[in-house]
């Protein structure tokens, strides 16, 4: 069988040493990848939408009869509470003038006054360059932070300052990102092993495995046009070092056991990683597959995260069974100092529970009252989803960083004194022979401010036509608004008008979320369903724990509302849900199919009651260990300064630390015991003969034998 012959090299006495020679040769060519694959982002995804919805053909089409449209626009703001002065108005002409060296074209607009005399703003188009945008953008940035007369306040805004903001949080934070994630695993290994050497083994694996995968996307991006972004890298650095780990807990967990079984310690790696090759290599499918169902999304940014990081999990998997191993083997037994495990004579023939005694008195009451247990575990779980209902979905651009940046503090001040919308106009294109009656149909939209004289191409084809809202354009009367002026200009016969802009990018954003998650979340669901199907060969447990793992996303959601709630980030998102989604499914079965797989192989040996309870009481304390410490990885998100990040954070750290102590070491065997061997209905356990039931185990030739 294959995990036979792949337990073969990482375990042998000479295979070890080719093992770890292979991993130096990848770990050569990998590191100087790794280090460039910054350079191969493109994050003009992020904000991107497919080309097909109504706001990217609208900048198609202004792109290609406007080319100056392609530039980004800078606005500089300028407000004094007590009424604008003459030396602030003088402040604002000087700036006009140094900043026309930094337009594209140099163009400035003119100065545009609020109604109420206290305010002040105009714009430039920047470079389309992107290195040239950041420079000119900082220039700007650092003239307006210039001695600024008292009491005047200053902000550059619009979208090139907002893209400058982004990049300027971000600065150095994939160093920080991997530091905190680095410096927590550690920290929880050190706790979990106890040990002084051990725990670096499996922190030099993961490492040299994100290495290998930061290097593999770098190519895959720079020759196959893998598009992978600061999102997509972040989540890939989280993947690998979280879901790597879980994978050494289990295996040295299991190598642990095996060590006081045999005398040699190849043999143990080698028994090891036979038994747990199949629960791993199930866990990294589920997660890769899982991922790569985002391929079906439409929205740019979702759809490149999925192969970005099953690469992450691919890498982790073959680190986790070869390197770890053959670093294990190499290291000897000392390796476990203080608690070195020795081999015992017999020791196969002894209670494998008897050295987990904390589990194993969890597991009592679990076998005493299960369905006491999984009903007030299921009604715990139903009552935290109450706390969905503190969350909403849409997250203004206002509330898009943990700290304050000057984008934002522009759009805040432009909103104070100007018409909401006045930041981010609406921009009709049409006919040209039709601009007339479509500036009249926009004209009479109800939450419309000004519409602007129309603008020719140079061809004489179209017009555009911008246009301010009263509302700010990330608010849901700004949406309604585009939607009637939608409905409006789509009416006007032979216009062929498109709107576009902020809202109308907004209003599509969330209707290829809606798609995407109508498309992506069942696919996700049948995914799994088939891997556990093949995994357990059984058709009620892998339901039973499908079902498990949606009540604990949903759960998690609520969970992560009180909690966001309270950190005054209660508002998603859109593409959070999806993601979130995800990742808890095909996250938060692993730790199932840890206990599944484990709770199969023993029921076979003694019986479903024992096998489930000896299941749960060996994998308790590792897959414990492992949620707590996949869990921590994603709470390392919150050192990044954007409420994306900490919303995935929260709530995939809540789902994971849920689905640990409540789902698989309550819920999941409570109800197994309830159901009795019906759990593994069609497969061959569940026709067991009674007596086989009661524990008494079967020894190899599949007769009975004393009960371990």
Not at 163 to 179: C, I, R, T
Not at 530 to 551: D, G, K, W
Not at 611 to 622: E, F, N, P, Q, S
Not at 625 to 654: E, R, Y
Request: contains cysteine; hydrophobic residues 50%.
């Amino acid at each position: 069988m294959f995990p036979h012959r792949t337990a073969g090299p990482p375990a042998g006495r000479r295979g070890k040493y080719a093992v770890l020679v292979l991993w130096l040769v990848l770990l050569s060519v990998a590191g100087p990848l790794a280090v460039k694959l910054g350079e191969a982002q493109d994050n003009s995804t992020l904000g991107a939408l497919p080309a097909g919805v109504e706001s990217s053909r609208a900048a198609q089409r202004v792109e290609a009869a406007f080319p100056d449209s392609r530039r980004q626009l800078a606005i500089a703001v300028y407000v004094r509470d007590g009424g604008l002065t003459a030396a602030d108005r003088a402040r604002a002409d000087a700036d006009r003038a140094a900043f026309a060296g930094y337009a594209e074209g140099g163009v400035v607009s003119p100065p545009v006054p609020s109604a109420d005399g206290r305010a002040l703003l105009f714009s430039l188009p920047v470079s389309v360059d992107e290195d040239r945008r950041a420079e000119v953008v900082s220039a700007m940035k650092e003239r307006l932070a210039e001695d600024v007369p008292s009491g005047l306040r200053t902000a550059l805004t619009g979208d090139a300052a907002a893209e400058s903001d982004v990049f300027d949080a971000f600065g150095g934070m994939d160093g920080a990102l991997l530091l905190a994630t680095a410096v927590t695993v550690a920290l929880l290994l050190l706790v979990t092993y106890r040990s002084p050497v051990l725990w670096l083994v499996p922190l030099i694996a993961v490492g040299v495995a994100n290495q290998l995968a930061a290097g593999t996307v770098y190519l895959l991006a720079r020759h196959a046009g893998l598009a992978v972004d600061f999102q997509s890298q972040t989540i890939l650095t989280v993947l690998v070092f979280g879901v790597g780990v879980d994978y050494a807990l289990l295996l040295i967990a299991r190598y642990r056991e095996e060590l006081r079984r045999h005398a040699d310690r190849h043999a143990a790696m080698a028994t090891a990683l036979r038994r747990s090759y199949s629960a791993i290599c199930a866990s990294a499918a589920t997660v890769a597959l899982g991922l790569l169902c985002l391929l079906a999304a439409d929205l740019p940014a979702t759809r490149g995260l999925g192969p970005v990081g099953a690469v992450g999990i691919v890498a982790a998997l073959l680190a986790m069974t070869t390197l770890l191993p053959a670093l294990l083997v190499l290291l000897g037994r000392w390796v476990f100092w203080p608690f070195v495990p020795r081999y015992a004579p017999g020791a196969d023939a002894d209670d494998r529970a008897a050295d987990h005694g904390v589990w194993r008195r969890i597991a009592g009451p679990v076998g005493r009252r299960p369905r006491l247990v999984w009903v007030g575990t299921t009604a715990a779980l139903l009552v935290l989803t109450l706390g969905i209902g503190n969350l909403s979905l849409g997250l203004p651009d206002d509330e898009s960083f943990t700290t304050e940046v000057g984008s934002v503090t522009g759009q805040r001040l432009i909103a104070d004194h100007y018409p909401g919308g006045s930041a981010a106009p609406v921009e009709v294109v049409a006919a040209a022979d039709a601009a007339d009656r479509v500036v009249a149909a926009v004209g009479r939209v109800p939450g419309v401010s000004d519409v602007n004289e129309p603008q020719r191409s140079a061809d004489g084809r179209w017009v555009r036509v911008t246009t301010v809202l009263t509302d700010a354009p990330d608010s849901a009367a700004a949406r309604d608004t585009v939607t009637r002026l939608r409905d409006a200009v789509h009416a006007v016969p032979g216009a062929e008008a498109l709107v576009g802009g902020r809202t109308a990018m907004l209003i599509d954003e969330r209707r290829t979320v809606d798609r995407d998650n109508r498309v992506v979340i069942p696919l996700v669901l049948a995914v799994v369903l088939v891997i556990l199907v093949l995994l357990l060969r059984a058709l009620v447990a892998p339901l039973l724990l499908m079902a498990s793992v949606i009540l604990t996303y949903a759960a998690a959601m609520g969970a992560a509302g009180l909690l966001l709630g309270a950190l005054g980030h209660p508002h998603l998102f859109v593409g959070i849900p999806l993601q979130a989604f995800l990742f808890l499914v095909a996250l938060g079965v692993d730790y199932t199919i840890f206990l599944m797989t484990r709770a199969r192989e023993e029921t076979a040996l003694i019986g479903h009651r024992a096998g489930v309870l000896r299941a749960l009481t060996v994998t308790g304390g590792v897959i414990t260990s492992a949620g707590v410490v996949l869990a921590a990885t994603f709470g390392a998100l919150l050192v990044l300064p954007l409420v994306p990040s900490v919303q995935t954070g929260v709530i995939v750290g809540v789902g994971i630390l849920l689905d640990t102590f409540l789902v698989r070491s309550l819920l999941i065997p409570a109800l197994t015991l309830d159901l009795g061997v019906r759990t593994w209905w069609p497969g061959r356990l569940a026709h067991r003969p009674a007596g086989r039931e009661q524990g008494a185990p079967l020894n190899a030739s599949g007769r009975e034998r004393a009960p371990v």
